[in-house]
């Protein structure tokens, strides 16, 4: 009995701890309203109307940015914007280029994309599906709306020597640290939440905090983006993790619902299954 428990626990931690859909919350209503049965339909259905809202913000907030914020009839702080990023690039050296360069790698393609890949995979031998699909989909989410945006609101990079050879009018949202954001973070939250030990989660939520930084002083230092597209790409950044662990959270609803479990039984956690298959050979 004290072994099924610490087996619980661990699958707990691990497969619905931080994807556990709160009684009441937004995530077990929508799962229960929509009508749907099998989790991977809820889980999409939940992740393309979370997505559609997501885009609607992030484009609220960007004309509020580019229209209001910055537009000499409004506020007018594009001044201001780019003066930071040309007090910053006076400082630039060969190493500060060089370690610029690093953060850019780290909080883009192809570091995100191998390392969201990795842990799906692992985690998809592990059976831990909701987990998986956070990996692969959290990065989807983060460039399609970051994608969308620049598109829709085209903004000039900082008025400095540029050290990328990139689109000139898309700085407005930093995809790089949104996407440092939605993966570094999100991984972390799903993650470390099933450590025990407070200093491994303290380091890993120090990386996830510092690596974001890390990766947008980088984009500002090498003349890619303005503080304010930084500030945008927090947005759609944190925005993909909602997204995400609402989608997620969703399909745990149908997947644990007792009609559900009903018809296909209870889930095993990987330890038991492997005991009954050294129990069946023995």
């Not at 630039?92 to 790698?105: A, M, P, V, W, Y």
């Not at 969703?250 to 039984?265: D, F, L, M």
Request: proline share 5%; hydrophobic share 50%; with cysteine.
């Amino acid at each position: 009995m004290a072994e099924q428990r610490r087996e619980q626990a661990h699958d707990d931690r691990w497969g619905s701890g931080p994807l556990r859909a709160r009684p009441g919350g937004p995530a077990e209503r929508f799962a229960n309203r929509i009508g749907l049965r099998h989790p991977v339909a809820v889980f999409f259905a939940a992740l393309f109307s979370a997505f559609a809202v997501l885009i609607a913000v992030s484009l609220a907030v960007g004309f509020v940015v580019t229209h209001v914020l910055l537009d000499a009839g409004g506020l007018g702080l594009a001044s201001a914007d780019n003066g930071a990023i040309t007090e910053l690039v006076k400082e630039r050296s060969g190493f500060l280029n060089t370690l610029s360069e690093i953060g850019s790698t780290v909080g883009g393609a192809p570091v995100l994309p191998i390392l969201v890949g990795l842990v799906a995979i692992v985690c998809a031998f592990q059976r831990r599906w909701r987990i998986a699909a956070f990996a692969v989909f959290v990065l989807s989410i983060e460039s399609a709306t970051y994608r969308v945006t620049s598109l829709v609101l085209p903004r000039q990079r900082p008025d400095v020597a540029r050290l990328e050879n990139l689109p000139a009018n898309a700085s407005y949202p930093s995809g790089h640290t949104a996407a440092s954001i939605a993966v570094y973070a999100g991984l972390v939250f799903l993650l470390v939440s099933g450590v025990g030990n407070r200093t491994v989660r303290a380091i890993g939520w120090v990386a996830a905090i510092a690596l974001p930084v890390f990766v947008a002083m980088s984009r500002m230092y090498r003349g890619m983006h303005h503080p304010l597209d930084v500030a945008g790409g927090i947005l759609i950044g944190v925005g993909a993790m909602m997204v995400l662990l609402f989608a997620c959270r969703a399909a745990g609803v149908v997947a644990h619902s007792p009609a559900r479990e009903s018809r296909t039984g209870p889930r095993q956690t990987p330890s038991r299954s492997r005991r009954s298959r050294v129990q069946a050979t023995s």
